[in-house]
T-cell receptor
């Protein structure tokens, strides 16, 4: 198993800019979820993709968007960055449409700092 | 809606002592329950998961948890703490069914292990 890899590991952006974070899911995992973890908090669900379609979204505004590609890689895009977007962004992948029965494999995350 | 409550944001134990991290959940549907560990500047690693099979779940690194429906609890235990167990621990819940099986995390418990 190759695990879940995220890039870049760290990123500094200016308020108002746009950012793209990338994730390479574990081989055979067709479900990917993205989470935002603010400092000192638990991860918060952003959205989930299954077979390249978004099939669930948390309480995040539309400027948070994503893509999942046929090779199970995915992207998280954030437009019009705000200072509160500073956080660790985690990608998690799983086999199957629900994910719950299999558990998720998390990447090490991308630390985004908005200044 | 689902939620988890982790009692105690910080827990300190001596090396060799019992580790007990508390988690209570709220769910209107049968839940999947998880414990994850996060080391500094890293992603989340799955310790164990409850998926409606045995109520006593054994995980990695000597950890185990018991699902108690009557108490809506899923506490994490380890008989003897090691220095390497010092980390942040997150309890999470996911719905048993549904295509968007997002994980809802607690706020985490930081475990400190002292000599």
């Amino acid at each position: 198993e190759t695990g879940v890899t995220q890039s870049p590991t760290h990123l500094i952006k200016t308020r108002g800019q746009q950012v793209t974070l990338r994730c390479s899911s574990q081989s055979g995992h067709n479900t990917v979820s993205w989470y935002q973890q603010a400092l000192g908090q638990g991860p918060q669900f952003i959205f989930q993709y299954y077979r390249e379609e978004e099939n669930g979204r948390g309480n995040f505004p539309p400027r948070f968007s994503g893509l999942q590609f046929p090779n199970y890689s995915s992207e998280l895009n954030v437009n019009a960055l705000e200072l509160d977007d500073s956080a660790l962004y985690l990608c998690a992948s799983s086999r199957g449409g629900t994910g719950g029965n299999y558990g998720y494999t998390f990447g090490s995350g991308t630390r985004l700092t908005v200044v | 809606a689902q939620s988890v409550t982790q009692l105690g944001s910080h827990v300190s134990v001596s090396e060799g002592a019992l580790v007990l991290l508390r988690c209570n959940y709220s769910s209107s549907v049968p839940p999947y329950l998880f414990w994850y560990v996060q080391y500094p500047n890293q992603g989340l690693q799955l310790l164990l998961k409850y998926t409606s099979a045995a109520t006593l779940v054994k995980g990695i690194n000597g950890f185990e948890a018991e699902f108690k429906k009557s108490e809506t609890s899923f506490h994490l235990t380890k008989p003897s703490a090691h220095m390497s167990d010092a980390a942040e621990y997150f309890c999470a819940v996911s719905p048993y069914t549904g295509t968007a099986s997002k994980l809802t995390f607690g706020t985490g418990t930081r475990l400190q292990v002292t000599l």
